[in-house]
């Protein structure tokens, strides 16, 4: 069945410092790929996406990149900030007409000042 | 506009009660899902509605549990026989359906339920 692989936590980096979270899939044909965060007392929200291969997505300065050649879809930012300090998740939508997200089990991000 | 909301935010039982958690969509999204997030885990897809009906409810672990939608908008799930491995954070998300809005899940924040 379709699944997420993601980097394990927790991934400790000081302010201004580049990110990389590393996701990888499992799934045929071509899904569409997030990246969901989840900030300490609050919700899930959707950080960004993709839906087709070579697709980036991109947001609040994150970005990632939709590789078909290496089923992955990795998270990056250049210069985080204290305030990016969260719960990152991978998640796909299979192109099979399913419409349930499957998603990785989550990468904490610790930003120190 | 608001945004998906649950009630409950925090459950406690005892084993083997019956609970019930409530999930109000966005207002005008036709689609409702459920999902279960156990400790440091990602959420894991229970059910999901496409107006009144279970378009696809092949996450339900077991037939303790289950979920109604009956007028198409606010959604409950329903667990019987409550065991300690319930115990998890209860998400609801809903989408639109139509366009680019059609993969986009806006979640609510969850209900906790905990199982003594």
């Known amino acids: 069945g379709d699944s997420v692989t993601q980097m394990e936590g927790p991934v400790t980096l000081s302010e201004e410092a580049f990110l990389t979270i590393n996701c990888t899939y499992t799934a045929t044909g071509y899904p569409s790929l997030f990246w969901y965060v989840q900030y300490p007392g609050e919700g899930l929200q959707l950080l960004l996406k993709a839906t087709k291969a070579d697709d980036k997505g991109s947001n609040k300065g994150f970005e990632a990149t939709y590789r078909k050649e290496t089923t992955s879809f990795h998270l990056e930012k250049g210069s985080v900030q204290v305030s990016d300090s969260a719960v990152y998740f991978c998640?796909?939508?299979?192109?099979?007409?399913?419409?349930?997200?499957?998603f990785g089990s989550g990468t904490r991000l610790q930003v120190q000042p | 506009g608001a945004g998906v909301s649950q009630t409950p935010s925090n459950k406690v039982t005892e084993k083997g009660k019956y609970v019930e958690l409530r999930c109000d969509p966005i207002s005008g999204h036709t689609a409702l899902y459920w999902y279960r997030q156990s400790l440091g885990q990602g959420p894991e897809f229970l059910i999901y509605f496409q107006g009144t009906g279970a378009a696809d409810d092949s996450g339900l672990p077991n037939d303790r549990f289950f979920a109604v939608r009956p007028e198409g908008s606010v959604s409950t799930l329903k667990i019987q026989r409550t065991e300690r491995g319930d115990s998890a954070v209860y998400l609801c998300?809903?989408?639109?359906?139509?366009?680019?809005?059609?993969?986009?899940?806006?979640f609510g924040p969850g209900t906790r339920l905990t199982v003594l």
């Open positions: 998640a796909l939508i299979p192109d099979t007409g399913r419409r349930a997200l499957t």
């Open positions: 998300a809903s989408s639109g359906t139509s366009g680019r809005s059609v993969n986009e899940q806006f």
